[in-house]
């Protein structure tokens, strides 16, 4: 893949030329179109990484196209998957950012890569890196699913970098991007990718012994997963009847609430709800004081969040306690794309699915902070209004169709961090090209973020 002319280039800096740079313009305005190739002569220090060997396959693309990689491992299961060249960091958290400056010392470090940017020791390598004029890419799951994953220069979601400004938008032509190569199920392979890290974290957890986790590390973790992949047999058996009735031709009007994982980071960060339990009991309260009586309140469950939580207790209880009774709907795995069409509007915290329900073109509101909280996108109301002002709301067609472009352009890469794609010569399985070709808004459509990872 050739470099093209009078296009940015990532360039090695000394720590000195780094520090001048910090309050500058940045040195990746986006995704280079000739990645990883940009990234030659770099001396890049990867944290954490999505459970599997993921960062190990992306170091050695990287590697290959020139740059010098370095790895910090912070436990047992950092360490299974990349066993070889990295350093184990076993103090406290508040040892680390004395430690990580060091290290980016010694090895002249000018970019840092990890995965979520709200992790404890990840947020303190943020800071780090810009005190330092250090390149910060994060890692995260596609904001498009699940055919793209997310890598954005200083942070994702709330802390994302894209404008917020619709006029932008409007006033800025982009390209169509390319159509992604497919990617197929994960769940299987993440369950058995989750349980080998769990594994290998619990035992070498002694060589280990300050370390945190954002969950907890235990023999049972991996276990979960796999009770996660069988609850959803369970739940395509169980909800068939509720699921048909609201994908059937005499459906009752029903808005749609996707859950989100409950330890996300981007509810604890980016809202102000303590809790996914916080919220769920806001928005019912809300749903029976000013909704109309004749509307459903449909709650969909976090496919990633199976083997942890389950609240038909919790929405059994507000069931009774509000007054919904039958008009209180839980479900867990209907077809996601033909629930958000349907539904008279969508409310969420900032979840991805939010995103899908705009490309449908679905009124959707936000109660936190997301990258796609823009007027036009969603709706600039409160949610006691919404419930009957929703129809009012609609998405601006040429917005979505503006923002979606400029966001794969600028922050997404087809790819999956548990299912390498067959691309040649890749270890990451990630598809680099960056290359354009027309296309059509019906193409776009096709191509676009409709389905769950």
């Not at 989100?260 to 809790?275: C, E």
């Not at 409160?382 to 419930?387: A, G, H, I, M």
């Not at 040429?398 to 010569?425: A, M």
Request: glycine share 8%; with cysteine.
């Amino acid at each position: 893949m050739a470099s093209t002319p009078n296009r940015p280039r990532l360039v090695r800096t000394s720590g000195a030329e780094s520090a001048k740079r910090a309050a500058g313009a940045p040195l990746l305005p986006d995704i280079p179109r000739d990645a990883p190739y940009c990234f030659r002569g770099r001396n890049i220090l990867m944290l954490q990484g999505p459970v599997g060997p993921f960062f190990n396959g992306l170091a050695q693309d990287v590697r290959w196209a020139g740059a010098n990689v370095h790895k910090i491992n912070f436990n047992g299961g950092d360490w299974f998957f990349f066993p070889r060249g990295a350093t184990s960091f076993t103090g406290k958290a508040s040892a680390f950012p004395p430690f990580l400056e060091r290290f980016c010392d010694e090895k002249r470090i000018d970019t840092v890569m990890l995965f979520g940017d709200c992790r404890k020791l990840h947020d303190i390598a943020a800071r780090v890196a810009k005190a330092r004029g250090i390149e910060l890419l994060v890692f995260e799951e596609g904001y498009i699913r699940p055919d793209y994953i997310t890598m954005e220069r200083h942070g994702v979601n709330g802390r994302s970098a894209m404008p917020r400004s619709p006029i932008f938008y409007l006033n800025t032509p982009s390209p169509e991007p390319r159509p992604p190569q497919r990617i197929r199920q994960t769940i299987w392979r993440a369950t058995a990718l989750a349980f080998t890290y769990y594994f290998w974290a619990v035992l070498l957890s002694p060589f280990f012994p300050r370390y945190k986790h954002h969950r907890p590390l235990s023999w049972f973790e991996g276990l979960m997963w796999t009770r996660g992949a069988f609850r959803k047999l369970w739940y395509q058996l169980a909800n068939r009847r509720i699921v048909a009735r609201l994908n059937g031709d005499e459906r009752p009007p029903f808005f749609l609430v996707p859950l989100q994982v409950h330890n996300d980071a981007q509810v604890d960060v980016h809202s102000t709800f303590d809790s996914v339990e916080a919220f769920i009991e806001h928005v019912v309260a809300s749903f029976a004081a000013s909704a109309p009586g004749d509307r459903l309140l449909v709650f969909k469950h976090h496919p990633m969040d199976r083997a942890y939580t389950d609240y038909t207790r919790l929405l059994r209880r507000l069931a009774r306690s509000s007054g919904l009774g039958e008009r209180l709907i839980y479900v867990h795995d209907p077809h996601l794309p033909t629930l958000l069409s349907h539904a008279e509007g969508v409310v969420t915290i900032n979840s991805t699915t939010g995103f899908s329900a705009i490309h449908h073109g679905t009124p959707t509101l936000l109660l936190g902070e997301a990258v796609y909280r823009i007027d036009g996108l969603v709706a600039a109301t409160s949610l006691d209004r919404f419930w009957s002002t929703a129809a009012d709301h609609p998405v601006h067609r040429e917005l979505y169709l503006s923002f979606r472009r400029q966001l794969i352009e600028r922050t997404q890469i087809n790819g999956n961090f548990y299912r390498r794609l067959p691309i040649p010569g890749s270890m990451s399985g990630i598809d680099w090209a960056r290359g354009k070709e027309p296309r059509t808004e019906q193409g776009a459509d096709a191509e676009a973020a409709t389905r769950e990872g």
